[in-house]
């Protein structure tokens, strides 16, 4: 018998059940739809008066949150192109840690004003090509537009110059108080070598009650639980941290003890109590006054850690565990037992601190060339509203490490989006060929921050947008700082500079950068193939239990 072999049409080329969508129509402007789609759920959270989006992830977690990087996080998203704008923001969030926002919003604009000019007929190369030079004329013209920088990496003003605009446009209202809090953390723990600053070592505890006027700053590491002993206070304390519980050890194998009177059972129970006195005689011997435990304690080892005058801390998280092993330079050990002397942790001070009504656990480290660290404690009414707090911390921290990689500032409030804008319109204005349409359309693509603040603040975006036009289009540099003002004040314009709203420059580049390319990749799909899932048919479900008989 022949073999049958199929013609040469594509969808005979595979096996059966995939699926084609070719040519712009189909691929590249379905794709803009879906990113279009994703861009706009961001894009209302977008600045001081952005909207907050509540979600409900698959585990019936509640989020209430204006924070992109969260909202997208907990969306699981799965169409493909718009997946890569996600992936975008992720790397954005994990190398500086904010404007993923704008990452969103800008590839989302460039790819729907790609689409304009797809309609006019021109060829996706062709807004490829001019999308890659707008990109690296852009990215140059960035390094230009700086208006100030960070001094000094030690000083509270300078910090707060950063610190602002990031908190803002999370908590709007509390960027001044945020701020110092963030700026105090900074300072606590910030190295001789600000290069070296560490993000982790500013950590944040949230102690519901109150309101977030009572949050403070707390030099050293806060658990929030007190010590399980009587022990609440020590000082220059050596430290021996376990990952086992604190009790008597259970046999790997199961077996029976035949007892034949009292004596015999008193025996039994006390050669066990001798054992475990025995261990914490030891610790006590090799001068250990503190126990961290990431498990469990039991009652009798909480009787002899009283009695030797050990504190006893209960520390769950094992995160938090490595965490505090770097700090006092402690190993954690799984089994119980004296550790060695390059083993233990040493902290100057462990303490017990009331805040409200609960009380909290302190590890401190006084001198200046040991490994510090700082909390945040925030309070507040509801769990959302700290989550919410702690998100806009952890930008205002970020924002302090970008400073230290490149301490030049921009102007903020959507200024340097427009003076970008003016100055790809002049380089598009000279440019031949059809590679000056696309850069128009970039150009304009800028525009959508400006417009976003004006519309999440209830303003005429219209009327906003042209004043803005007119300042920049002013002889010389004399508007290149001129922003919206979310307060509607003065024209709804301000002087970004003056009114100290700025941004990194460290992290619009690679926000911009991260943008256009996104865009580029999602416009050079000419073409999606979906294969077939697989498995077989799911099976039907049955009413009763599963393994009964049909």
Not at 58 to 65: G, P, Y
Not at 162 to 188: P, R
Request: hydrophobic residues 40%; proline residues 3%; aromatic residues 4%.
């Amino acid at each position: 018998m022949a073999l049958r072999v199929p013609k040469g049409t594509l969808p005979q080329l595979f096996k059966e059940g995939y699926k084609f969508q070719q040519g712009v129509e189909e691929a590249v402007l379905r794709n803009i739809e879906a990113t279009h789609e994703l861009s706009e759920v961001v894009r209302t959270s977008m600045g001081p008066n952005g909207r907050n989006k509540m979600i409900i992830n698959h585990l019936e977690k509640l989020f209430v949150t204006n924070d992109a990087a969260t909202i997208i996080r907990e969306l699981d998203v799965v169409h493909p192109a718009a997946k890569l704008l996600v992936m975008a923001s992720q790397q954005q969030e994990s190398e500086l840690g904010d404007n993923t926002n704008l990452i969103i919003v800008l590839a989302g604009e460039l790819l729907t004003k790609a689409a304009d000019l797809l309609r006019l007929g021109l060829h996706p190369s062709e807004v490829i090509q001019g999308y890659e030079l707008a990109r690296d004329r852009a990215l140059s013209i960035i390094e230009d537009l700086s208006v100030d920088k960070v001094e000094s990496l030690t000083s509270r003003d300078e910090l707060l110059k950063i610190v602002k605009a990031s908190v803002s446009s999370k908590q709007y209202g509390y960027e001044e108080f945020l701020g110092d809090l963030v700026t105090e953390a900074a300072l606590n723990i910030m190295p001789k070598n600000p290069k070296d600053f560490n993000v982790d070592n500013v950590r944040v505890v949230k102690v519901m009650g109150s309101s977030i006027h009572e949050s403070r700053v707390v030099r050293g590491m806060v658990f929030g639980r007190e010590p399980e002993g009587i022990i609440q206070n020590v000082k220059n304390a050596k430290v021996a941290v376990f990952t086992c519980p604190l009790d008597i050890s259970q046999t790997e194998t199961k077996g029976t003890v035949l007892i034949h009177n009292a004596q015999e059972m008193l025996n039994f129970s006390k050669d066990e109590e001798q054992q475990v006195e025995g261990i914490f005689k030891e610790l006590a011997e090799a001068g250990v006054k503190v126990v961290v435990t990431g498990n469990g304690i039991g009652e009798l080892a909480l009787h002899y850690l009283n009695r030797y005058n050990i504190m006893a801390v209960k520390v769950l998280s094992k995160f938090d565990l490595r965490r505090l092993c770097r700090v006092i330079g402690a190993t954690a050990l799984a089994r119980l037992g004296t550790p060695m002397a390059e083993e233990m942790g040493e902290c100057d001070i462990v303490e017990t601190v009331e805040i409200g009504s609960d009380r909290v656990t302190v590890f401190r480290q006084e001198e200046s060339d040991k490994s510090r660290t700082t909390t945040i404690v925030i309070r507040g009414a509801t769990q959302n509203h700290m989550d919410d707090i702690e998100r806009a911390i952890d930008d205002g921290v970020n924002m302090i490490k970008a400073a230290t990689k490149n301490p030049l500032l921009l102007p903020g409030a959507g200024a340097v989006e427009m003076e970008l804008n003016k100055r790809l319109q002049q380089v598009a204005a000279k440019t031949p060929g059809l590679n000056q349409h696309a850069i128009k359309k970039f150009a304009e693509s800028l525009e959508v921050i400006p417009r976003t603040l004006c519309e999440n603040a209830g303003m005429d975006a219209t009327a906003v947008l042209s004043r803005l036009y007119a300042a920049h289009y002013q002889e010389g540099d004399m508007g290149l700082s001129v922003g919206v003002d979310v307060e509607n004040e003065n024209d709804g314009t301000l002087d970004a500079s003056k009114a100290n709203i700025y941004d990194s420059l460290a992290s619009k580049h690679n926000a911009v950068k991260l943008a256009a390319d996104t865009a580029i990749t999602i416009l050079r799909v000419d073409q999606i193939i979906m294969s077939k899932p697989a498995g077989g048919p799911k099976p039907p479900k049955k009413d009763g239990h599963w393994d009964a008989d049909d």
